[in-house]
Every structure is written in structure tokens, then in C-alpha cells.
């Protein structure tokens, strides 16, 4: 079992999308706060009763678990899903819904990518921070 604080959550997110990123990622402090806003009114955290120190501990049976609840309040978080998109897309201005968005990037060791072509793939973030935190509340 894993008791998972919004803390946990968001220093995990901020620890991997920084990790993850090819160039500091502007919109981090919004990104967090608008991520902290969802946790804190999703009816799992609501649900749980402040601890004595007042944080709140929500349970999940494993990373599976907490992924599948990261994966709906991050897809609601639009600056969240925009590093998912490159600098060159960016200045382009093609949006993460823009139909002129190719579904794919070729990469490759010969040919790339570049920083400026390089994005966040989301949903392995998404995944690290899962696994992250179960590595910490299981064997730390």
C-alpha cells in the first residue's frame, strides 16, 4: 500500500519535468500550483482525513494505481500537456490540439533530435513519478 501526500505528488512532477525537459521549463511554478489546485479538490483527496500535522495521505494499492489517477488531472492542466510540445512547434505556433501537429518526431541517433526539436513525452513523466514515488514508500 502507498500513502501519498500532494507533496510527494507535486516534487516528483517538479524533480522529472525538469529532468525530462531540454531546456528549463518556463511555465513550471504555474504548472504546480494549477496541479496542487486539482489534487486538492479531487473527491480521493477530499476524501481523506487530515493527519495530526495536517497533511493528507491518500492510499493507493501501487504506481498503477496513482497513474491512473495523475493521468486524468494532468490531461485537465492545459500548460501541463504544452511540454509536450517543442521549441519549434512553439514558435510555429502549432498548439498540443492542432491538427496541424504531426502525431510523430523521428529520432534517431544520426539525425537527432536537436534541443529546439526535443519535447516532454508526458506520459513517461507520468510514469517516473509513479515509480519514483513508490521506490521511496517502499524501499526508502
Not at 25 to 33: A, K
Not at 34 to 39: A, C, M, S, T, V
Not at 99 to 123: H, I, M, N, Y
Amino acid at each position: 500500500m502507498l500513502y501519498v501526500t500532494k507533496k510527494d505528488i507535486l516534487g516528483y512532477v517538479a524533480m522529472w519535468t525538469i529532468r525530462q525537459s531540454p531546456f528549463f521549463p518556463d511555465n513550471l511554478d504555474p504548472i504546480l500550483r494549477e496541479l496542487q489546485d486539482r489534487i486538492e479538490s479531487s473527491s480521493r483527496f477530499q476524501a481523506v482525513k487530515p493527519l495530526p500535522d495536517g497533511y493528507r495521505a491518500m492510499e493507493f494499492t501501487d504506481w498503477r494505481e496513482l497513474h491512473g489517477y495523475l493521468v486524468p488531472i494532468t490531461e485537465s492542466i492545459l500548460l501541463f500537456r504544452e511540454l509536450n510540445l517543442s521549441t519549434v512547434e512553439k514558435e510555429k505556433g502549432i498548439g498540443v490540439d492542432d491538427p496541424k501537429r504531426s502525431p510523430f518526431t523521428l529520432v534517431g541517433a544520426a539525425f537527432g533530435p536537436k534541443p529546439e526539436d526535443d519535447f516532454v513525452d508526458l506520459d513517461a513523466l507520468r510514469r517516473n513519478v509513479c515509480t519514483s514515488i513508490e521506490w521511496e514508500k517502499t524501499r526508502g
